[in-house]
C-alpha cells in the first residue's frame, strides 16, 4: 500500500513502485515484479525508489538497498548494474538527452551511466573543492539546456553544465534573502517559461530568477 513513484512508459503501460515490488498494469490487470532468490534476472530489491524511461525506451529502476535495475522488455527480465560500491541505496534516476543515465545515491554522490561505452563516472563531494556540494543527492533533473540539477540533503542545490563541465552551487545564507531557503532539496521542476523551481524541506517552494541569481520564495503562513 505504499506507493513510492508512478510511471507511464512510452507503450502505454502504467508501473507503480511500492515497497514491495514492482507492478505494471496493462489497462486490465497488474503484474508484480519482486525479488527472486538465486534468479539475477529478477529485481535486485522490492523496495522501488524511483523509475524512469530513457530515450531508447529502456526502464530504469531504482530501488532502496539494490542499486539499480533495467528492465529489458523483450525477455521480461531486469540487468542488474553495480554503481558506486559505498551505497545501493537509490534516491534519485534520470536519464540526460545524450544517452547517460544519472543516479543519485543515499551518502554516495551522483554516478552517472554512459549507455554507448559502459563507462560509469562518479561525483563526490570533495571539502574545499569545487563540485558535488553533499554526497546525500535527492533529486535530479535536466533542463532545457540540458544542464544537471542536482538537489541534495545538506548541500543545497548544485548544477553541473555538460558544456563547460563546470560546477555552481546555490545554498542558503541566513544573511541573504534572496539566497535559497532551505540546504535540504526535495524536487526540481522547470516549467514552460524556463523557470527553475525547487521544493526544500523546512524552507517551503522556491523560484530561481537567472538574471539576478535570486530565489522568490513561497512560504506557508502559520496564520
Known amino acids: 500500500s505504499n506507493v513510492t513513484c508512478v510511471l507511464q512508459d512510452s507503450r502505454g503501460f502504467m508501473w507503480f513502485g511500492t515497497r514491495d515490488g514492482l507492478n505494471r498494469y496493462d489497462g486490465y490487470e497488474f503484474k ?22 530513457d530515450r531508447n525506451g529502456d526502464l530504469w529502476i531504482a530501488t532502496w538497498g539494490g542499486g539499480v535495475n533495467r528492465y529489458d522488455h523483450l525477455r521480461d527480465r531486469f540487468i542488474r548494474y553495480t554503481v558506486d560500491t559505498t551505497t545501493s541505496f537509490i534516491n534519485a534516476i534520470t536519464p ?22 559502459g563507462r560509469i563516472i562518479s561525483y563526490k563531494h570533495t571539502n574545499g573543492a569545487q563540485g558535488l556540494s553533499d554526497n546525500d543527492v535527492k533529486t535530479i533533473m535536466e533542463d532545457n539546456r540540458h544542464r544537471m540539477w542536482l538537489g541534495t540533503a545538506q548541500g543545497g542545490l548544485n548544477v553541473f553544465d555538460p558544456s563547460t563541465r563546470q560546477w555552481t552551487t546555490f545554498s542558503h545564507n541566513d544573511s541573504d534573502s534572496t539566497s535559497l531557503s532551505a540546504n535540504y532539496v526535495q524536487r526540481v521542476l522547470q516549467d514552460s517559461h524556463g523557470r527553475i523551481w525547487v521544493a526544500t524541506q523546512g524552507g517551503g517552494l522556491d523560484w530561481l530568477d537567472e538574471t539576478k541569481n535570486a530565489f522568490h520564495h513561497l512560504h506557508h503562513d502559520a496564520d
Open 96 to 117: 540526460d538527452s545524450d544517452g547517460r543515465i544519472w543516479i543519485g545515491t543515499n551518502g554516495g554522490g551522483a554516478d552517472v551511466i554512459d549507455l554507448a561505452t
Open 32 to 53: 508484480v515484479f519482486k525479488t527472486v532468490a538465486g534468479d539475477n534476472g529478477s529485481l535486485s530489491n522490492n523496495f522501488i525508489t524511483a523509475i524512469a524511461q
